[in-house]
């Protein structure tokens, strides 16, 4: 599948899954985030707006606005294919980050964009898009409907002590109430488990220092 959905609300990890990627999928795939923001704030085209996230992911010329706007379905299906054949054996993941989810929902432009998004992608040997969604689009609907997606949800308790312990290895240990206490007062959201984790960091560095000059 060349065509794929991440989404979630805000602070719920989706830029973190996307760094996790490279780890991932180094092998298969470059991976290139490009933020939704910075492609412009035309949302009555949401095809030309992904057209120049691959530009921008790929270091490929943006495409040309007035072509595109005499046939641009056609256009964009050319410059996708073209774009993955001058890729050569590389292969990249273009990840446009932080779509809303509200101006996907009944949009006859994301529709159109989406179909063709798909039709192209089928050719395109060395390209794929992630789209990362910020909400919860209807996947029911018929165009998003059979994508593979991903949701990203609160944290489990384990997965809360895995984002804890690992960074702080060596430096700072955590007792199993301690990680069960933080996994119910961050409710399992990622961001606030991080806040948790740097204040606790700190903390330990400032008792680390302070017994330190004390014995001196």
């Known amino acids: 599948r060349k065509l794929m959905l991440l989404y979630g609300k805000r602070g719920i990890g989706k830029t973190s899954f996307i760094n996790q990627l490279t780890l991932r999928l180094a092998t ?3 991976i290139q985030p490009v933020a939704w923001d910075s492609l412009g ?3 009555a085209d949401p095809l030309w707006r992904v057209m120049l996230g691959i530009a921008r992911a790929t270091g490929q010329p943006d495409p040309d606005r007035e072509f595109y706007r005499s046939t641009p379905e056609t256009m964009a299906s050319d410059y996708i294919v073209s774009t993955s054949a001058s890729l050569g054996d590389d292969a990249v993941l273009v990840c446009l980050d932080g779509i809303p989810a509200a101006d996907m929902v009944d949009d006859r432009h994301w529709s159109q964009a989406l179909n063709t998004l798909k039709s192209a992608l089928r050719q395109a040997q060395n390209l ?3 789209l990362v969604v ?3 689009p209807d ?3 018929a ?4 994508l593979p997606a991903i949701g990203l949800g609160p944290l489990r308790e384990s997965e809360v002590e895995e984002i804890l312990t690992v960074p702080a290895r060596g430096r700072l240990t955590y007792e199993y109430d301690a990680i069960r206490r933080i996994h119910n007062l961050s409710g399992g959201e990622p961001y ?3 806040v948790f984790g740097r204040t606790l960091f700190d903390a330990r560095a400032r008792d680390v220092l302070a017994y330190a000059d004390a014995m001196t």
């Open 128 to 130: 794929a898009i992630l």
């Open 139 to 141: 996947l029911t609907d």
């Open 28 to 30: 298969r795939y470059a």
């Open 192 to 194: 606030f488990v991080q």
């Open 143 to 146: 165009d998003l409907a059979g």
């Open 41 to 43: 704030d035309d949302e």
């Open 134 to 136: 910020e909400g919860f």
